[in-house]
């Protein structure tokens, strides 16, 4: 009988032994040292030149990918055993060192800030410093716009056990919630919150709507501490802006993912334009389901086959066939992840909910962490995550400082293999329940992204809009999540979600604020470039990943410009891109015109 592929990932492969890897103190222990050089070394060229500039950078990229990697295996730690305090003691000391290495980097960017234009320009003839010119620059630019080198250092310090210790307090009150599920023999069960989530999207309505009623009331259970958690989070935040003379909260997430407010402006412009294209969809699903309105639980409910189960490894061949149709490097490195225990997926108590993809730099590889339970949403979260590690794969054997591309562009690769995966699917699939039900699946992700991640974002603005006056209570975070549920959802849902904001981790990231909008740039930004692929054929494969290479060394406005010919400004190329929408709902509303 052949073997199955592993639904458990292999962590020991970086450093042996889990949070009690003695290999792993040694990382760190390095880390600790090279940082002191780097510091040592600056303060001892007070006008350095391009040499030792081009040291300087050296040392700080080398740094910079085993801060990654730790970062990573803590992260994979805590998420495969979410009570394993090890890990948590393990991410504080990475946390420490990130602080130090930033205390750093801060007086380095200030030394490229104080370079005058003859002596910046006279530093790209070097040839190790020309290759990351657009990283350094970037850098040169940002440091103009924050506090001194010695302040910015001690927020740095700071924020370990004021702003990242709160965030990781998220991860306290998530082990806490235990969430009760009685079967179909009536014995009770006790789920993960990662086994729970993935009980909201059951084919039977029965489940879904007893397990939100538990989601619900798990997360009002834990609502003063998420509240008190989010608030502090976003005060801390905010002050910091406030001291850096940043008017605007969305600056630094612009900043991060690298775009303009021009280019977010006429996404979310185009996007509630063409929402009523989704508002058909929405009515047309509560009337297939006998439901006047739909509720927060019937949104992802499955249509049409997407009810069955598919094990682990039928969805691994499956998506393996559909990438290999695109590119066959895409579809051997993805065959490799699967047999080599790169993806976490067993469903089982313990794990934290979601799924995500992270990067061990060093060691040339990525890890996957999802819960798979064998739906059609878990397959295409799957092809997600696997196009996060390729996009990874491809960028591995460029400069650290080069890797360091921003979520919007990541999520662009993942969301391209997921339209990969669905499209292919849907084309060959033969029997009408069938095609329906993968029809649906790639209407979901136009809802996810059009109106579920807009609910987040105004949620997002709105509040921190009120936290500037002081804190916000859950009864009001309750109010606010339910006022940008109805608005993003155009008024199409009967019962909402207001603990969402509880539930949610993406809230709670310390790293990287506003965890929404790259999603939806991602997702419409790769149907631009999937349409390219289907007119320029099997050549593209190699023109997509020298645009993947591209994307830590460019703002999106330049990506889209080098590599689609587009202006990403202006409207016109997101009306195109969510008009692909209004296509596959006109396809829906026929084919359930029965």
């Known amino acids: ?28 222990k390095g880390m600790d040292e090279d940082i002191t050089k780097l510091a040592a070394a600056m303060s001892e060229e007070a006008s350095a030149g391009g040499s030792e500039i081009a040291a300087m950078t050296e040392l700080m990229q080398s740094v910079i990918i085993r801060l990654r990697q ?17 890990a948590n003691a393990r991410g504080d000391r990475v946390k420490t060192l990130g602080a130090k290495l930033l205390g750093v980097l801060t007086r380095f960017d200030n030394m490229l800030r104080g370079l005058n234009d003859l002596e910046w320009s006279k530093l790209f003839e070097n040839e190790k410093l020309a290759e990351v010119a657009f990283s350094l620059a970037e850098r040169r630019e940002l440091a103009k716009q924050k506090m001194a080198p010695e302040l910015e250092a001690l927020a740095g310090d700071l924020a370990v056990d004021g702003y990242h210790g709160w965030g990781d307090y998220y991860n306290v009150i ?20 990662g086994q729970m989530h993935n009980r909201l999207s059951d084919g039977d309505r029965e489940v879904r709507k007893a397990a939100f009623a538990e989601w619900e009331r798990e997360w009002s259970e834990q609502a003063d501490l998420c509240a008190e958690t989010l608030n502090r989070i976003s005060g801390f935040r905010l002050k910091l802006y406030d001291k850096r003379g940043w008017e605007s909260v969305l600056q630094e997430p612009l900043q991060m993912n690298r775009m303009s407010e021009a280019t977010l402006q006429a996404m979310w412009d185009a996007i509630q334009e063409s929402k009523q294209v ?46 290999r149709s695109f590119s066959p490097e895409l579809a051997d490195f993805s065959e490799m992840a699967f047999r080599e225990g790169w993806i976490e997926a067993e469903d089982r108590p313990g794990k934290r909910p979601g799924g995500f993809c992270t990067s061990f730099p060093k060691s040339g590889q990525t890890r996957i962490f999802m819960t798979y339970s064998g739906s059609a949403s878990n ?15 491809v960028m591995n054997d460029l400069p650290a400082l080069s890797q360091e591309y921003a979520m919007n562009v990541a999520e662009t690769a993942s969301t391209f ?13 033969v029997e009408p329940e069938e095609k329906l039900g993968l029809l649906e699946d790639k209407i979901q992700r136009s809802v996810a992204f059009f ?22 209570p859950v009864e009001e975070l309750n109010a606010l999540m339910e006022e940008a549920q109805r608005e993003a959802y155009c008024n199409m849902l009967g019962e909402v979600h207001p603990h969402f904001w509880a539930s949610k981790l993406h809230f709670y990231l310390t790293d990287v604020p506003f965890y929404n ?12 470039i999937y349409a390219k692929a289907l007119k320029e054929g099997p050549d593209f494969k190699n023109q997509y990943v020298a645009l993947l290479r591209d994307t830590g060394r460019m703002t999106v406005e330049q990506l889209a410009e080098a590599h689609l010919g587009v202006n990403v400004e202006e409207k016109d190329f997101w009306q195109e891109a969510v008009a692909l929408t209004a296509v596959d709902v006109e396809q829906f509303i026929q084919m359930t015109n029965e």
């Open 174 to 193: 998530v082990s806490r919630a235990k969430f009760t599920e009685i079967d179909k023999d009536g014995k009770k069960n006790i789920l993960s919150a």
């Open 70 to 86: 730790s970062e990573s295996f803590v992260s994979c730690l805590l998420a495969q055993d979410i009570k394993d305090s090890a």
């Open 517 to 528: 909008f790259p999603y939806t740039f991602g997702y419409l930004f790769s149907a631009g």
């Open 417 to 429: 293999a997921e339209l990969i995966v669905s499209d292919r699917a849907f084309k060959a699939a």
């Open 278 to 323: 989704l508002v058909r969809y929405l009515e047309r699903k509560a009337k297939l389901l006998g439901l006047e309105k739909l509720d927060w639980h019937d949104v992802e409910a499955p249509i049409g086959s997407a009810t069955k189960i598919i094990p682990y490894d039928e969805a691994a061949a499956f998506i393996i066939e559909q990438f």
């Open 1 to 28: 009988m052949k073997q199955g592929y592993p639904q458990s990932w292999d962590l020991d492969v970086f450093y042996e032994g889990g949070s009690g890897s003695a290999a792993f103190q040694e990382e760190l």
């Open 379 to 393: 397959i295409s979260t799957l092809a997600h995550e696997l196009g996060h590690a390729y996009h990874q794969h």
């Open 451 to 472: 109106m579920n991640i807009h609910a987040r974002y105004l949620f997002e603005t709105r509040f921190y809009a009120r936290r500037r006056e002081g804190l916000v």
